[in-house]
């Protein structure tokens, strides 16, 4: 199926394409981190959010501007409005700030940081957005040692709560996604010979911690990701590093049966983002980008460049219906880049 004919889709061009670093899809606009020369002190700098609505006229306006012009918001996502970014400085620092800042306010809040030790992971933060809530996985110093902290903050105060903690010699925690009141994660639950360790994608109650389950039986489960109905995660084959390239899986919530899940056009993939009716991820081969209609089974195409050329898909990110990812013509220092968006049909319309 060519999904992709029946798209509207929108482009984003010149000097916020070349300088942009991270994008993100909110569900209803695209944000992304940019440094714009000469107002950056270093050229590799992208140090301030900025968000593009989507229109006829649609321009970039900034969001956040970051007072350290030589930091570069490395990770940044949101929730229909609602925005979270870590900044990082470009110096070596060990050291990173996660920022928060709530539908219709003006001042981001300093959520967390890195505590400084030496000895504590500089591994910045992986957080998820909704509505009113936010969930992030971040390590710190503890009595014993360092530790793993999955954490929260909800609206009106927004004061972080420590939801688990692990010490990070044995576990880390990872990758939470937030829908309503669930919320999943992975856990990885280091061996004693470090060549066994095992993955599992965990599922719980905001309010009911203790209460969480485990999902998988493969003990390679990662990047979970929520849906109305679901839960799917990517699994790298044995013996590789949870970062890399696998294949995806599902969890239905209302039989409790793990199944897998068709990622035509890809082979293997990557760092999966889901929305109310598809799930989109990145795939090993750059000439295809296809998604997954979780409603109906179905494997949908969007854009294929083919093999022989020199133009590459990359980097989707998907939340509610909004995809957006980059579109690079050539293979060398005149790449030409521009970031793609566009509205995919909603889970009200199961028309193909």
Do not use: C
Request: avoid cysteine.
């Amino acid at each position: 199926m060519d999904l992709g004919t029946e798209l509207t889709i929108g482009t984003l061009r010149g000097e916020h394409a070349e300088a942009m670093l991270e994008y993100a899809s909110d569900g209803s606009s695209v944000i992304f981190s940019s440094g714009i020369a000469p107002d950056v002190s270093r050229g590799d700098a992208a140090p301030d959010l900025w968000r593009l609505v989507p229109g006829p006229s649609a321009v970039p306006e900034l969001v956040w501007r970051n007072p350290a012009r030589g930091n570069s918001l490395v990770k940044i996502g949101g929730d229909l409005g609602a925005y979270a970014f870590v900044d990082v400085p470009l110096t070596g620092d060990q050291a990173w700030t996660l920022w928060f800042l709530p539908r219709h306010h003006t001042t981001a809040l300093r959520l967390d940081e890195h505590p400084g030790d030496e000895d504590v992971p500089s591994l910045v933060p992986s957080f998820s957005i909704w509505e009113d809530r936010i969930a992030w996985t971040a390590f710190d110093r503890g009595a014993a040692g360092p530790v793993s902290q999955l954490l929260m903050a909800e609206a009106p105060d927004w004061e972080p709560r420590v939801l688990l903690e692990q010490p990070a010699a044995e576990a880390e925690l990872w990758l939470p996604s937030l829908y309503g009141n669930r919320l999943a994660f992975t856990e990885v639950r280091y061996a004693a010979d470090r060549a066994t360790d095992e993955r599992h994608v965990y599922l719980m109650n905001v309010h009911d911690p203790d209460g969480r389950r485990r999902l998988d039986t493969s003990g390679r489960a990662t990047m979970p990701v929520l849906v109305p109905d679901a839960v799917l995660w990517k699994e790298a084959d044995a013996g590789f590093n949870m970062f890399n390239w696998g294949r995806m899986f599902r969890f239905d919530l209302e039989t409790n049966a793990v199944s897998r899940v068709g990622t035509s056009p890809q082979e293997y993939v990557n760092y999966p983002s889901g929305g109310s009716r598809f799930v989109a991820w990145r795939g090993a081969n750059s000439f295809a980008l296809g998604v997954y209609d979780h409603l109906l089974g179905e494997n949908r195409l969007i854009e294929r460049t083919g093999s022989g050329r020199e133009t590459s898909l990359l980097r989707p990110h998907l939340a509610w219906d909004l995809l957006v990812w980059m579109r690079v013509v050539g293979s060398g220092p005149g790449d030409v880049a521009e970031l793609r968006y566009a509205f995919l049909p909603d889970a009200g319309d199961l028309r193909r």
